[in-house]
């Protein structure tokens, strides 16, 4: 079976840190370019990074890479978004996706994991 599966999201301090992980099965997930996503209750989608396939290139959008750090392992077919200093406004639930490539149209989403920064 085809899957992405997100994991560990959880209620955390603001200031404090957490790693997602992005569990590929089913495929390759070196063969695509896999991008981490979030939605905030009442806001849109937003992009955060992508890692781009066997290229290994890494993009961010905007401010995300001051404290967003996309990683990979191979040979667990895992990505990871580590997350720092973290905000009441990064409250949301954390996605990823597969494309062909960064920027292209993502077709394959994981279920998500909810992110809530809170004191």
């Known amino acids: 079976e085809v899957r992405l599966v997100e994991s560990g999201g959880g209620l955390v301090q603001p200031g404090g840190s957490l790693r997602l992980s992005c569990a590929a099965s089913?495929?390759?997930?070196?063969?695509?370019?896999i991008g981490w996503f979030r939605q905030a209750p009442g806001k849109e989608r937003e992009a955060i990074s992508c890692?781009?396939?066997?290229?290994?290139?890494?993009y961010y959008s905007g401010s995300m890479k001051a404290r967003f750090t996309m990683t990979s392992d191979n040979a667990k077919n895992t990505v990871y978004l580590e997350m720092e200093n973290l905000k009441p406004e990064d409250t949301a639930v954390y996605h990823c996706?597969?494309?062909?490539?960064?920027?292209?149209?993502?077709?394959?989403w994981g279920q998500g994991t909810q992110v809530t920064v809170s004191s």
């Open positions: 890692l781009a396939g066997s290229a290994g290139n890494t």
């Open positions: 089913g495929f390759t997930f070196d063969d695509y370019s």
């Open positions: 996706a597969t494309a062909l490539a960064c920027g292209s149209s993502y077709f394959r």
